[in-house]
């Protein structure tokens, strides 16, 4: 079954169109195509605000951390502080990742790298604190396997996705089915999280979608109108069908700086959220006194380690 508005192919029993938005009603896409053809064609939302995809459906993850796609099965490993992701590949399959995330590999699995999207494509990455380049694996002449691990601690969640859209931190992302459709938006102002770029991850489409967490990862639900705020360096990825807005943790610039927080993110559900336990950068922090100094004649460690 097809979109009638924009012909994008819609999984059965699909309540919105995942390309355009379009709500489909229960008397199927020939009453939708009438309704449309009757009433002028809703206003496109900005592609940093949720749009209607699948209303809450929340996100799908394996219990058991196991699953299939098309063309290969995953396996996640080592959960949750140093977690690795196995994907096993059928002959002449595919599954993209993002630069460097691999681990290890058949030797007959062929890694291919390249600007997805065109240079402008490989601009907006850039920008989006991403590499400008796409890792591609693909057994060649039979089955082979792939792992795939972030550079940081912490956990791996297999997103399955049946024809939904995504919001994903551009330093959570770590591989996806290659049916998947990932693109680098601009989100203005409102999209600056905690210093990491002006730019969010949508994914679209159906298939799977994985992404990992410095941490371990927290999933909350949100009810319809229900508002709930997350500091900005703990997000991870969340539904379409939320609208988020970022402000201040609290009133005034000054409560704000002596409570320790800086921006936040309010979400409005319906939708579902993850989060992850840690913050790179408040870790980093912690870490910096640990490491050597500019200015020292020697460049080393300063601790002391008691005595005279």
């Given at each position: 079954?097809?979109?009638?508005?924009?012909?994008?192919?819609?999984?059965?029993?699909?309540?919105?169109?995942?390309?355009?938005?379009?709500?489909?009603?229960?008397?199927?896409?020939?009453?939708?195509?009438?309704?449309?053809?009757?009433?002028?064609?809703?206003p496109?939302a900005?592609?940093?605000?949720?749009?209607?995809?699948?209303?809450?459906?929340?996100?799908?993850?394996?219990?058991?951390?196991?699953?299939?796609?098309?063309?290969?099965?995953?396996?996640?490993?080592?959960?949750?502080?140093?977690?690795?992701?196995v994907?096993?590949?059928?002959?002449?399959?595919?599954?993209q990742?993002?630069?460097?995330?691999?681990?290890?590999?058949?030797?007959?699995?062929?890694?291919?790298?390249?600007?997805?999207?065109?240079?402008?494509?490989?601009?907006?990455?850039?920008?989006?604190?991403?590499?400008?380049?796409v890792?591609?694996?693909?057994?060649?002449?039979?089955?082979?396997?792939?792992?795939?691990?972030?550079?940081?601690?912490?956990?791996?969640?297999?997103?399955?996705?049946?024809?939904?859209?995504?919001y994903?931190?551009?330093s959570?992302?770590?591989?996806?089915?290659?049916g998947?459709?990932?693109?680098?938006?601009?989100?203005?102002?409102?999209?600056?999280?905690?210093?990491?770029?002006?730019?969010?991850?949508?994914?679209?489409?159906?298939?799977?979608?994985?992404?990992?967490?410095?941490g371990?990862?927290?999933?909350?639900?949100?009810?319809?109108?229900?508002?709930?705020?997350?500091?900005?360096?703990?997000?991870?990825?969340?539904?379409?069908?939320?609208?988020?807005?970022?402000?201040?943790?609290a009133?005034?610039?000054?409560?704000?700086?002596?409570?320790?927080?800086?921006?936040?993110?309010?979400?409005?559900?319906?939708?579902?959220l993850?989060?992850?336990?840690?913050?790179?950068?408040?870790?980093?922090?912690?870490?910096?006194?640990?490491?050597?100094?500019?200015?020292?004649?020697?460049?080393?460690f300063?601790?002391?380690?008691?005595?005279?």
């Amino acid at each position: 079954m097809n979109c009638p508005r924009c012909s994008a192919g819609l999984i059965p029993g699909a309540q919105f169109c995942g390309s355009c938005g379009l709500r489909l009603n229960e008397a199927g896409a020939g009453a939708a195509s009438a309704s449309s053809a009757q009433q002028p064609a809703t206003p496109t939302a900005p592609a940093h605000q949720s749009q209607p995809t699948a209303a809450g459906r929340g996100i799908q993850i394996d219990a058991d951390s196991r699953g299939q796609g098309r063309g290969y099965d995953y396996e996640i490993l080592h959960q949750p502080a140093f977690a690795l992701a196995v994907v096993r590949l059928q002959a002449e399959q595919s599954i993209q990742a993002e630069s460097g995330a691999m681990v290890s590999m058949s030797a007959n699995v062929e890694l291919q790298s390249q600007m997805k999207g065109g240079v402008w494509g490989a601009v907006k990455r850039a920008a989006g604190g991403e590499s400008a380049f796409v890792s591609t694996f693909t057994a060649r002449g039979g089955p082979g396997e792939v792992t795939l691990a972030p550079g940081n601690p912490g956990d791996i969640a297999a997103i399955e996705m049946g024809n939904q859209l995504f919001y994903v931190q551009s330093s959570s992302y770590l591989a996806g089915d290659a049916g998947l459709t990932v693109d680098t938006r601009w989100g203005g102002a409102k999209s600056f999280f905690g210093g990491e770029g002006l730019f969010v991850l949508q994914v679209t489409g159906t298939g799977v979608l994985l992404v990992s967490s410095f941490g371990a990862i927290h999933r909350k639900r949100l009810e319809m109108g229900e508002r709930y705020v997350v500091d900005t360096g703990h997000l991870v990825a969340w539904e379409g069908t939320t609208q988020y807005t970022l402000r201040k943790a609290a009133a005034g610039f000054f409560r704000s700086m002596v409570s320790g927080e800086g921006v936040v993110a309010e979400f409005v559900g319906p939708g579902e959220l993850l989060i992850q336990t840690r913050n790179l950068a408040a870790f980093a922090g912690l870490m910096k006194p640990f490491f050597p100094t500019q200015g020292g004649s020697g460049g080393g460690f300063n601790i002391n380690l008691g005595g005279s």
